[in-house]
């Protein structure tokens, strides 16, 4: 059985990287208007279960639906009804979400005392 429009419907999902599986067969069900949050310990499988999601890498086995359309058969589909925000990087941040995110990898990958400036210092280098 295939999603509703409108929701998001996960069947029995597995990633295996190698031997490794790092989602070990996660089912759910968003539906429409519900407001849904993904929490879990470091390593639990939380990104690798949204990159399957957004189409960017394969589902190793299970089915997803995004809005009706079949992540794995569909993804043109799924990737024309979906937004994602990735956490800023500086080859990835925009300058907005640079100014409301004060701590990106680009401020973190230039500790000192004068963290701010080096931050820019690293974001031109980038841009
Ligand atoms: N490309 C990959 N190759 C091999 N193992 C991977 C790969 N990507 C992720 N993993 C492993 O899969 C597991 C889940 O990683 P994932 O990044 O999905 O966790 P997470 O829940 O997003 O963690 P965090 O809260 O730290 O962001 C981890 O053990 C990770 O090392
Ligand atoms: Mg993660």
């Known amino acids: ?5 409108g929701s998001i419907r996960i069947e029995n999902i597995v990633k295996r990287f190698g031997t490794f599986e ?7 069900e968003v ?20 990159r399957m999601m957004t189409t960017l890498i394969p589902i190793t086995s299970g089915k997803a639906w995004i809005d009706g359309h079949d992540v794995d058969a569909e993804p043109d ?23 409301t995110s004060p701590s990106t990898p680009s401020s973190t990958a230039c500790p000192g005392p004068s963290a701010g400036a080096a931050s820019t210092s690293c974001w031109r280098r980038w841009t």
């Open 31 to 50: 539906k429409p208007g519900e407001t849904f949050g993904l929490l879990g310990p470091n390593g639990a499988g939380k990104s690798t279960l949204i």
């Open 22 to 28: 790092a989602v070990k067969g996660i089912s759910l």
């Open 77 to 99: 589909a799924v990737r024309r009804c979906m937004g994602v925000i990735p956490r800023p990087s500086p080859a990835t941040s925009t300058s907005p979400s640079r100014r």
């Open 1 to 5: 059985m295939s999603g509703e429009p």
